[in-house]
């Protein structure tokens, strides 16, 4: 079996000590008993993961016999310019390594106050179903999985619309009738955060291991 992670850092794995021993998709793996390659980048947007998935299937022809995606937040959303080329806009947050210059933390700011939620989440819910479709078309087999944030916005009044509802396989994008996704599954709710946050605010080894096992019940038809 080999199965191909797509994501961002969650999903590569950031902060942990040794992303191939402790991050949930490696555990995920040794656990079907499956080869395992991982796409995943930090920092990325879904823009990012669809180009990728679309580099993975059609340019490098990889077959693998499932597709994980740990969906990133909607707000995240990849943009180009002349001088350095593609790059992940996210209202509120700051840039970092070779992206940060003067006028992308101005469209920075710009995007955070006049931030258009609802589009957002619509619209990567459009990205969601055509990518669903890519898959059944091809015969590939998948799964899909939030990271933070979508979930979020699909309890607020009028966000989802319900042909949009309608379309999601329920069955293969695990957490999404309950309103869930890492971050839930990990959480400690007395802390508000992460069960052992790392300094960045990703999910350490534990929570790690508390996502796998959450994915491995849906998989295995624990919770249906």
Known sequence: MKILALGDSFTYGEELDNPKEQGWVYIVARQL??????????????????????????????????????WTSCSRIEEADNELGAWCTWPARS??????????????????????????????????????????????????????????CAKKANYLLEWMDREIDH??????????????????????CPIDKCPAGHPGPQS????????????NNRIS
């Open 208 to 219: 790690n291991e508390m996502i796998a096992q959450k994915f491995l019940d849906y998989y």
């Open 95 to 152: 840039l970092y390594g070779n992206n940060r210059n003067s006028f992308r933390e101005e469209r920075i700011k710009y995007r955070t106050l006049h931030n258009n939620e609802n589009w957002e989440f619509r619209r990567w819910v459009r990205q969601v179903i055509l990518v669903q479709d890519f898959c059944k078309a091809r015969g590939l087999d998948y799964r899909f999985v939030n990271t933070f944030g979508n979930q979020n």
């Open 33 to 70: 008993g499956a080869e395992i390659k991982n796409s995943a980048r930090p920092g990325c947007s879904n823009d990012y993961i669809i180009k990728r998935l679309m580099r993975e299937i059609i340019e490098l022809q990889e077959k693998p016999d499932l597709i994980i995606i740990g």
């Open 171 to 192: 069955s293969k994008f695990y957490g999404w009738k309950e309103y869930e996704g890492m971050m839930e599954w990990c959480w400690d709710h007395n802390k508000l």
